[in-house]
């Protein structure tokens, strides 16, 4: 199953700036968020972006890094996209945790638009665009 184009972003206004246009989208964390910020921060980010923007079709990916720990957490917190480095000795253990949950789980972040970047906001647009 393939991703819609995905857009890094790293707080609310990020996640409301990527919905704006109203176009397909999928909301990336930054590398490692499970970290720093947890699972009901992700949770509680993306839920307000949807409630603002409900028309919007978006999809969400949580990247974990290297912690299986906090994978399995954002599954019982019922996150349905992670990634987790596939280095990971417990990267099947996860795995099989993600396809019992109906969850994906991905071994690298697909390519995306990283909002941080200086006028990417301008390029949102164009991005999302899908292809022809």
Do not use: N
């Not at 417990?90 to 099989?96: E, H, I, L």
Request: glycine letters at 10%.
């Amino acid at each position: 199953m393939s991703l819609r184009p995905a857009v890094i972003v790293h707080g609310l206004a990020d996640a409301l700036t990527a919905l704006a246009p109203g176009l397909p989208v999928t909301l990336l964390s930054a590398r490692g968020a499970a970290l720093y910020g947890g699972c009901g921060w992700w949770q509680a980010l993306v839920a307000a972006a949807r409630a603002a923007y409900p028309a919007t079709v978006a999809e969400d990916l949580l990247d974990c890094a290297d912690a299986p720990g906090r994978a399995l957490e954002a599954l019982r917190c019922g996150i349905k996209g992670l990634i987790l480095d596939p280095d990971c000795p417990a990267f099947p253990a996860v795995q099989r945790a993600a396809t019992a949950a109906g969850a994906r789980l991905l071994s690298a972040a697909p390519p995306a638009l990283d909002l941080f970047e200086r006028g990417a906001a301008r390029r949102l647009a164009a991005w999302l665009e899908p292809p022809g």
